[in-house]
């Protein structure tokens, strides 16, 4: 996991969901691909996916239930997880949780 991106351009119009809970920026490479990083303060969300995701954790700790799953898993940073596309998930921050997420 790398802690950085190089050669890249940011949108500056911030993404701002659940009023203020989650801010993220889109990110698009040199190659078309696009991922956006963020955070997400202390909560618990659903989001909706359109394309398949991966959630990277640099920062934090969660957890994460997906669609039609009953149990929870924990997350922390260095770990990430996927989400199919046209599903949800839900998520608890227990703490502010850095994210980065890659559209697969």
């Not at 997350?75 to 890659?102: K, M, N, Q, W």
Request: contains cysteine; aromatic residues 12%.
């Amino acid at each position: 996991m790398s802690d950085r991106f190089d050669g890249v351009s940011v949108v500056k119009q911030a993404n701002v969901y659940f009023d203020g809970t989650c801010v993220s920026h889109t990110v698009h490479f040199a190659d078309g691909t696009r991922k956006s990083l963020g955070v997400i303060f202390p909560s618990t969300l659903t989001f909706s996916t359109g394309a398949p995701e991966r959630m990277e954790v640099p920062g934090g700790r969660c957890r994460v239930r997906l669609a039609g799953a009953t149990d929870w898993r924990g997350y922390g940073a260095g770990e990430s997880f996927s989400v199919p596309g046209d599903s949800c998930f839900d998520i608890e921050t227990l703490e502010r949780l850095d994210y980065v997420c890659h559209f697969e």
